[in-house]
Structure formats: C-alpha cells, structure tokens
C-alpha cells in the first residue's frame, strides 16, 4: 500500500482475535439499527466502533436485524487491505447475500434467485453472466447515441426550468433520463413507448425498487415512520406485483433478441427475461439513480477551475475527432475519467457488501492479521476502504477530481473498489465483478461531456437532491454541441 502497505508486505503482523461485540440478541440489533439510520448515521455507525475498539476489522451488528434478518452478526472490514478479501470467491461465498444479511422474496423477481444472488460455483451464474456480456458487447454502439439523445433533452428541459422557475430538479429530471436512456441503449426501445408503462416506467421501477431495499435504506422521514413500516418486517410483495407485471412485458417484448441469445445459451426465456429485468432496473437503473447526481452535485461544490479544465479538455477532445462524440476521443479525457472514478471513490453509490466464510481463513488490516471461521458472515462498508488515508493520504476525505491522472494517478486504481473488484480488474463469469463496470464509467464521462459541451460552468443546491440553479452556456461555436 501507498502509506505503509507495499514496503511493509514482510512483516510479520500481530495476532488479534477480532475485537467488538454484538450485544443483547434482539435489543441491541435494535438499538444499532437506530444508531444507524437515525442516531448516528452510516459513517460514524462504523467509525465509532473502529475507534472503541482500536481496529479496523471488528464486529457488529448490522441492519436490518429483527424481524426482517434472522443474524445480524458480521465482522465488518474497514480499511483497504482487509476489504479486498470480499471479491476472493476462492474464500468467500456470495450465494444470496447481495442485498447483505436478509434476502428479499423471490416473488418480486419471478420466483427466481437472479443473478445477482447466485454464487460462481452455481451453474447459472456463467450463463446469465454471460447473456450479458453479450448483450453490453452486442449494444456498444448504441450507447453513446442514446445518451446524448436522452440526456440532451434532460438539459433542454434544465434551461427552460432555470428560465421559468430559476431552477431544476435534476435528480427527478434523471430517473426519467436514465430510464429511458438504458431501455434504448441496450434494447432499441423506449420504455415510454411500450404501451405495458408508458410514461409510468420509472416510478414503477422505483417502487419495486424501495420493496426489496427498504430494510437498509431510510426515506428521510421521522423514524417513528420509518421504523415499523420500512425497517421490521418485509414490504408485502402483493402490493408492487402489478407494477412489476407491467415491467416484465416491456422487458419480454423489447428484449425478445436477447431472449434468444439466452435461449442459446441454455437459459429459458422466462428466467433470462426475469434477469434481463433485474440487470437492467435494479443494477443499472438503481445504479444511475444514485451515480448522476452523486458525479453532479461533487461538481458543483468544486472550484470552478475543474469545470473550466474539464470544458477545456472534453472540447479538444471533441474537435480533434472532428466533432464527435467519439469513444475513441473520450479514451483522451483523462481528467474526465479522473472526475467519475474519484466520485466511485468517495462516494461509491452501492456502500455494503458482503461475504461468507467458505473456510476458516486469516484476515489482514494495516495493523494485525484477524482469524474467521468458516461461516462467519463478512461485511464491507466500502466508504472505509476507498477513504482510507493509509492509501489516499491526507486527502482521503476529500474528493480532488485529478487524483488519477497520470501515471502516479493511475497506480491508485488499484484501491477503487465500487465495482466489487478492483478498478485495474475486469468483470468475468468466474467472479462477482460488476458486469456493468465499464459501461458505468463510460456513462458518467458521457455525463460530463454532455454538461461541458453545452456549458462552461454551473451552479447547484446539493441536499436530498441535486437542483441545478444556473448554467452558463458556452459559445455556440463549440464543437458536437447539441
Ligand atoms: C454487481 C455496483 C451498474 C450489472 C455489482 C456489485 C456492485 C455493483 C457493488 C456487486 C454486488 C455484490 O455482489 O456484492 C454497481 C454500480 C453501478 C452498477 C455502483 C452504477 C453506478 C451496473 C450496470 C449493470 C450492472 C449498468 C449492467 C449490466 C451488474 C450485475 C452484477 C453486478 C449483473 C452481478 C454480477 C455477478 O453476479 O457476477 N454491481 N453496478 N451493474 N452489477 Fe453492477
């Protein structure tokens, strides 16, 4: 490691046995799920017992607890060089622990386990995997076209919402943008043109979404709310099953070619089209819902010296291939690319992951090396690891946009873990790696460009959501502007 890692890599670290405690069963579970959400909030959840205890590895009890998990007992990695163990399937296992210590119903994805929930040893992982893979290869030329169909219009809509309200809601503008973009991206269909959802998509995928994810997310609305509404027991699937039927016959409709790549390999068409669903709304939409405004709103408390650089360089880059919006001419945007790994970095949209023991194996932190047993139950708050100073320093709190610029840049990629790997490693059917990995990085340059082009600088009120209150725009003389 940067700080005391890579020179320190022979000596031998101390033997700690993993530090922490669980508490009272049920009432602490309870108690730390307030704490949580409410009392402490996510990153001082963790903090404070990293600091109690003296450790980065240590146990403790994660929500949701009762009644919705039956364990809430993990040992959670806080730091750099003991957070990589999650992405060694060889150790752990990562059957039905994706959205962490509970599982929710099959009956919202059609009876199956979907991909994201099966684990390399099964036999479905491969082919699903690799349906696609083959889909992402097959739609790679589609994907810049619809983005800056899709999101030229969101900025469109921004600059008459500036001009009649003085400001735009960009996050609610972006649930449309992304929906519609990913539907034509990977199928050539808008979702608003499928007669099953009309403009109706993304609520629908939205509400589909808070039923399988609300027992680690919180509204923002009093706890009292959300506590026995959200918190202790299961959403009943029933009340989201229209919605998630309307979906379900965009997908078999729009998909049908996919359909039958699947079938090809070895997949029935129902369970591909239930998985195509799950890629698509839960991973990519649920993705791109969290990502775009997390990219905008690092921006816009930026200094605007990185909106004038990045102007600079997207524009180059763009004339130079004549214009275009090229993938070619976004592989030179350096600082671009620099810009959305480091949001990935500080704020990576999908915070927890999550690992059982396969075998009784050795853990290191910085400091000392941790024995697990097998079955012991592993868990990743990946903003302690991708904001560890042992890595990044001083500035590891800090989102500094040319961090992996250059070759000194670069060698910190390593340590970029949103993906559930490496950002120096690739997704593979044998791994958990996020198949979508390098799509996403491309979307949020696209992001960039799209806002560069159009603009020279910009401003925004950042809470709860990102809301645009001024743009500049940029002569009309730059060129592929829209
Ligand atoms: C898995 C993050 C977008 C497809 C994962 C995992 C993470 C992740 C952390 C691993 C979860 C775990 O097993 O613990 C993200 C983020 C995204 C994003 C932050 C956007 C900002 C996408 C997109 C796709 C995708 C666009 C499109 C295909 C998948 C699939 C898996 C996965 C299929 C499961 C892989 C497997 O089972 O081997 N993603 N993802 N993701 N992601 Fe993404």
Same mark, same amino acid.
């Given at each position: 490691? &940067?700080?005391?890692?890579?020179?320190? *890599?022979?000596?031998?670290?101390?033997? *700690?046995?993993?530090? @922490? +405690?669980?508490?009272?069963? /049920?009432?602490?579970a309870v108690r730390d799920r307030l704490d949580f959400f409410y009392l402490q909030g996510e990153d001082k959840y963790f903090e404070s017992r990293a600091e109690r205890y003296g450790s980065t590895v240590v146990r403790l009890n994660v929500p949701p607890g009762p009644f919705i998990a039956r364990d809430p007992r993990v040992v959670a990695l806080l730091d750099a060089k003991s957070f990589p163990v999650l992405f060694d399937v060889t150790k752990v296992e990562k059957r039905n622990v994706f959205t962490g210590t509970y599982m929710p119903s099959t009956s919202l994805t059609g009876g199956y386990r979907v991909l994201s929930y099966l684990d390399p +040893?099964?036999?479905?992982? %491969?082919?699903?995997? !690799?349906?696609? /893979?083959?889909?992402?290869?097959? *739609?790679?030329?589609a994907v810049v076209p619809a983005f800056r169909s899709n999101f030229g219009k969101l900025f469109d809509t921004v600059e008459e919402q500036i001009v009649s309200n003085g400001k735009s809601d960009f996050t609610g503008l972006?649930?449309? %943008? +992304?929906? &519609?973009?990913?539907?034509?991206?990977?199928?050539?269909? *808008?979702? +608003? &043109?499928?007669?099953?959802?009309?403009?109706?998509?993304? %609520? $629908?995928?939205? $509400? #589909?979404?808070? #039923?399988q994810i609300c027992p680690i997310a919180t509204l923002g609305l009093p706890m009292i709310v959300e506590e026995p509404l959200l918190h202790t027991v299961p959403l009943p699937p029933f009340l989201v099953s229209s919605d998630y039927k309307a979906l379900f016959k965009y997908f078999s409709a729009a998909a049908s070619k996919a359909l039958d790549t699947a079938e090809s390999l070895g997949l029935p068409r129902e369970e591909a089209c239930h998985n195509l669903l799950f890629a698509t709304v839960f991973n990519s939409y649920g993705g791109f819902k969290r990502l775009l405004p997390g990219i905008l709103s690092r921006l816009a408390r930026a200094d605007s010296k990185l909106h004038e650089k990045l102007a600079r360089e997207i524009r180059k880059a763009v004339a130079d291939a004549g214009g275009k919006v090229t993938l070619a001419a976004l592989e030179k945007m350096e600082l671009t690319k620099s810009v959305v790994w480091e949001t990935l970095r500080v704020d990576p949209p999908v915070k927890f992951q999550y690992g059982r023991a396969k075998a009784d194996l050795q853990i290191e932190s910085h400091d000392a090396s941790y024995s697990i047993k097998k @079955? &012991?139950?592993? /868990? @990743?708050? !990946?903003?302690?690891?991708t904001r560890d100073t042992r890595v990044f320093g001083p500035t590891a709190g800090q989102f500094v946009g040319d961090r992996f610029v250059g070759e000194e840049g670069r060698k910190l990629l390593k340590y970029v873990f949103w993906s559930n790997g490496p950002e120096t490693e690739s997704p593979s059917v044998d791994n958990k790696q996020c198949a979508g990995k390098n799509l996403v990085v491309l979307v949020g340059r696209l992001l960039l460009v799209e806002l560069f082009l159009r603009y020279?600088? /910009?401003?925004?009120?950042? @809470?709860?959501?990102?809301v645009i209150t001024g743009v500049t725009k940029a002569a009309t003389s730059v060129p592929g502007k829209a």
């Open positions: 490691m &940067e700080g005391s890692g890579e020179g320190s *890599r022979d000596v031998v670290l101390p033997s *700690r046995p993993v530090p @922490g +405690s669980y508490g009272v069963p /049920f009432i602490s +040893s099964e036999p479905n992982h %491969a082919k699903v995997k !690799q349906l696609l /893979f083959s889909l992402l290869a097959s *739609r790679k030329d972006n649930d449309t %943008a +992304s929906f &519609e973009f990913i539907g034509e991206a990977y199928f050539g269909v *808008r979702p +608003s &043109e499928s007669s099953a959802l009309g403009t109706g998509g993304p %609520a $629908k995928a939205a $509400k #589909w979404l808070l #039923w @079955g &012991e139950m592993l /868990f @990743g708050y !990946q903003p302690c690891a020279d600088t /910009f401003t925004a009120d950042v @809470g709860a959501k990102v």
